[in-house]
């Protein structure tokens, strides 16, 4: 069974710029959590899809919003692009959320230049 | 909000010998807890878990506590391998309500001597 798969696995910004970030869950995972994850915070919940909806937010700007297509894949996106948002963003996949076992996938590391 | 910390940044150990990474949280309402250990240039992977309803769970070579009383959860790793070197993170939710996303400790490194 494949894993969880983000795309791309690198990008480079500038400041002021937007940026769109992808995940395909687990084959059968409905769930879809996002995190950033920053030497200095470490790991922070941004939020969590089911079923193409919003079902949970964490404490970030409205800079940063996601949604989840039909088939649980899910994106990300981060508009007017600070420092400050160079990371580690890691998504999750879980069967339904809510207490189950979450999988991560490798990340996607970006800088903001 | 309710924070899950770490007692030690960096944990040292020899290769065979038993590891054991402690978590603290605070928050009484969670129920669910994981670990997961991460490699460098990797997302974090799964270990095992924990529900509240339980003081110990086994797996390969791992074993979770959890001490609701103490509001405390260990990692015990039996005859540490060099492919254990990673940063191991306790993760801690509950089914209670507010945002459900995980919260994680800082992190433990977990170094092992040859």
């Known amino acids: 069974k494949a894993g969880v798969t983000q795309t791309p696995r690198y990008l480079i910004k500038t400041r002021g710029q937007q940026v769109t970030l992808s995940c395909s869950p687990i084959?059968?995972?409905?769930?879809v959590s996002w995190y950033q994850q920053t030497p200095g915070q470490g790991l922070q919940f941004l939020f969590e899809y089911f079923s193409e909806t919003q079902r949970n937010k964490g404490n970030f700007p409205g800079r940063f919003s996601g949604r989840q297509f039909s088939n649980s894949r899910s994106e990300m996106n981060v508009s007017t692009l600070e420092l400050g948002d160079s990371a580690l963003y890691l998504c999750?996949?879980?069967?339904?959320?809510?207490?189950?076992?979450?999988?991560f996938g490798q990340g996607t590391r970006l800088t903001v230049v | 909000g309710e924070n899950v910390g770490l007692h030690l940044p960096t944990l040292s150990v020899q290769e065979g010998d038993n590891s054991i990474i402690n978590c603290a949280y605070s928050n009484s309402a969670s129920d669910y807890f994981i670990w997961y250990k991460q490699e460098s240039g990797k997302g974090p992977q799964f270990i095992i878990d924990i529900r509240s309803n339980m003081d110990k769970r086994q797996g390969q070579r791992v074993t979770v506590l959890l001490n609701k009383t103490v509001k405390h959860l260990s990692l015990q790793i039996a005859a540490t391998q060099p492919g254990d070197s990673a940063v191991y993170f306790c993760a801690e939710t509950s089914s209670g309500g507010g945002a459900d996303g995980l919260t994680f400790g800082k992190g433990t490194h977990l170094i092992i001597q040859p």
């Open positions: 999750a996949s879980s069967l339904r959320g809510r207490n189950t076992e979450a999988f």
């Open positions: 084959s059968g995972h409905r769930s």
